[in-house]
Each structure stands twice: as C-alpha cells, then as structure tokens.
C-alpha cells in the first residue's frame, strides 16, 4: 500500500470573533478518518504572514524572509488542500489570498477542495473568486464542495453540528479530491 497523500486543511480567515476554526475541526475531523490523506489542520492566523513583503516575483524562489520560507517548506510538503473559508463581501478574505499570493512553485499542480461559509449564499461567491485566484496558480480546484448557508445556526457550544448533507458534500469533496491529487502526482515530479 502507497503512502497516503499529505492534506491541509487551511482555517483561511484571521478575524478576531471568527468561527472558522470550528468548522475546519469538523472537515478536519472528516479528512482524517479519509483513507487517502495524512490530514494536518494549518491556521492562517498561527502562521500570521504579513502582507507580502518579498522584494522578488515568487515565481524565482529567492525568498528574503524566515516566515516565506517556513512557509514555503509547509506549503510544498503537501499534496492537497481544503481551504475553508468565509466570504466577505462576495470575495475570500485577504488572509486567504495573501497566504496564495506568497508563492507560486509550491502551490502548482495540487488540487484543492473548498468548504465555505456566510449568509444565504455560504460563501459561493468568495469561492468563485478563489478558484479563479488558484487556477492562476495552476492548481486544480474541484467542482465538489462544501458550502454552509446560514452557518451559525449549526454552531453550539464551540462545536460544529452538520446536517446530514454537509457530510455526505465532505465526503464527495475528499473522494475527488483523492481522486485528483493521484492524477496529479506524477506531474510534480
């Protein structure tokens, strides 16, 4: 049997108040019991990049910083991702795209799942524009995903409680997401 492949699942929103992280523990939750992946759960907020700082297009690799390299290391030792991220006013947050935007190399060729969230529209439209953002990056985002209307009516006491449809839309995500980080192995050498 093959290694599984590695997974992050990435809490995209730094907001203070902000209920990201519990319901990236419940697709945490669901990725680690998945067959396929070594689920590692990554906290934009922990990682705490300031607003790209590096002097050079990332496309060259000449990182100047501590934190871009760390983070470059932590990116490239992953497979696959689910970012799981809010919308703010119909876009991904800031946090989310400036982790993106700190490299190029590292992110190509992986695919990537997205579990969203907000108010009636949980959070499609910032997804929308992620998939254009990481398509840039040549990564491969999936038409499967997971998104949560609405959302704070599933939360009490700090715990994340899903509808029978959100994890059967985990589920379907991981599996392709399985599916699509194998096909694109081989293309990352």
Not at 24 to 32: E, G, P, T, V, Y
Not at 63 to 84: I, L, P
Not at 103 to 123: D, I, Q, R, T
Not at 157 to 179: I, Q
């Amino acid at each position: 049997m093959s290694d599984p492949f590695r997974l992050a699942v990435v809490v995209c929103s730094t907001r203070p108040g902000r209920q990201g992280g519990v319901i990236a523990k419940w697709a945490f939750d669901r990725a680690k019991v998945h067959p396929a992946f070594a689920t590692e759960l990554v906290d934009l907020a922990e990682v705490n990049l300031p607003i790209l700082d590096e002097p050079h297009h990332p496309r060259f690799k000449k990182y100047t910083h501590d934190h871009t390299r760390a983070w470059s290391a932590r990116v490239d030792s992953f497979d696959a991702f689910v970012f799981v991220t809010p919308e703010y006013d119909f876009s991904m947050p800031a946090s989310l795209l400036n982790a993106l935007q700190y490299l190029s190399h590292e992110w190509a060729n992986k695919p990537c799942g997205f579990v969203s969230y907000g108010g009636a529209s949980g959070g499609l439209r910032g997804v929308q524009m992620s998939k254009q953002v990481v398509t840039a990056l040549s990564m491969m985002p999936m038409a499967e995903a997971v998104a949560l209307p609405f959302f704070t009516k599933h939360i009490a006491d700090g715990v994340f409680k899903p509808e029978e449809g959100h994890d059967k839309a985990c589920a379907t995500m991981l599996d392709a997401l399985a599916r699509w980080t194998g096909a694109l192995k081989p293309m990352r050498g």
